[in-house]
């Protein structure tokens, strides 16, 4: 029985991708192994799928000034030593990082052994934790063609996001039954991302009363963020979060508006729905969601508007644009070949597992 070992944590867009090799490595009768950070998030994600999972001391390189800074390189530290008892444990035929900071020890450790390593980068520009670890991996995947000119050519491999199976497996009729809406008008999908955002929540409310003259809403806002004077409002739903059933409201959606994390944009095009992208500013990040949604812009997939820039006129006249034009976007994302990351993914386990 071949055996592999997976990592990667922090955010659930660390994680999410390693959830839809699960089926498939299964199938195969892989001996599975998660390696993540006691507490974050990850666990309960990798734990909840049934999959072994050790936690080992994780902590964050950073490139400003935090009192942090002088404690985390300890936590690193124990995090290489627990890594290296594990990897020794186990000795995986391959492991594969999703990244994130704690995949750093597991990474530095499948190299002390001689085990190769396929590390998976879905943003636009590598970020600090998959530098590092590039120099150790056999291979490296991507989700944008912009990608490969920041990744050794020898190394670099264009795979799109692993999408989970059954996310592709909605239907129309069980999200208009869950959200009470309507099949006779189109209807728009907000995601703020898995924290909801601020800044995309109070625009579209703003322009609510002119949606609703054409369109439906369904609004997932994050925690915290219902608001009590909108509830029960006709042709309008909103969630906290929507986890199992969110597959559904997915297929009942004509149009999404959503922000530009890499594994979100990457579902929107592998279920081909006409959306406009609202990019989380570099002044809250590092960018990367503006590089992301302005390379899906470019290939035709998306609509795009920097947060910066948004009015209550052009976000409207954008959605309107968008959903008028909508089997254009379809066509431009039908003809992309990233849609089956999974097999392109599980393929190169499977040779490297081999050697």
Known sequence: MKKIVLTGGGTAGHVTPNLALLPSLKELDY????????????????????????????????????????????RVLKGCVEAMKLMKKY????????????????????????????????????????KLCIP?????????????????????????????????EGDRLTGLNYSGLSASRPIILVIGGSLGSVAV??????????????????????????????????????????????????????LIVSRAGANSICE????????????LSAAASR?????????????????VLEEEQITEENLLLAIKDTYENRQQYISAMKQSTLTDAVSTIIALISSYAKM
């Open 268 to 279: 929107i095009l592998a279920l081909r729905k006409p959306n406009i992208l609202i990019p």
């Open 201 to 254: 929540n109070n625009q579209i409310r703003k322009i609510l009363p002119h949606l609703l003259e054409t369109f439906q809403v369904i609004h997932i806002c994050g925690k915290g963020n219902l608001d009590e004077s909108l509830i029960g409002k006709t042709g309008y739903v909103q969630y906290e979060y929507v986890d199992a059933p969110l597959r559904h409201l997915f297929a009942a959606a004509d």
């Open 91 to 130: 000795h995986p035929d391959v492991v594969f990082s999703k990244g994130g900071f704690v995949a750093v020890p597991v990474v530095l450790a499948a190299r002390h052994y001689k085990i190769p390593t396929i590390i998976h980068e879905s943003d636009m520009t590598p970020g600090l934790a998959n």
């Open 136 to 168: 150790s991996a056999a291979k490296v995947c991507c989700n944008f063609p912009e990608t490969l000119e920041y990744l050794p050519k020898e190394k670099a491999v264009l795979t799109g996001s692993p999408i989970r199976k059954e996310l592709l």
């Open 31 to 74: 001996e599975i192994h998660y390696i993540g950070s006691y507490n974050g998030i990850e666990r309960k994600l990798i734990e909840g799928a049934g999959i072994p999972y050790d936690g080992i001391s994780s902590g964050k390189l950073r490139r400003y000034f935090d009192r942090k800074n002088f404690s985390d390189p300890f």
């Open 287 to 303: 960018g990367d969601q503006i590089l992301n949604a302005r390379s899906f812009e470019k290939q035709g997939f998306s609509k």
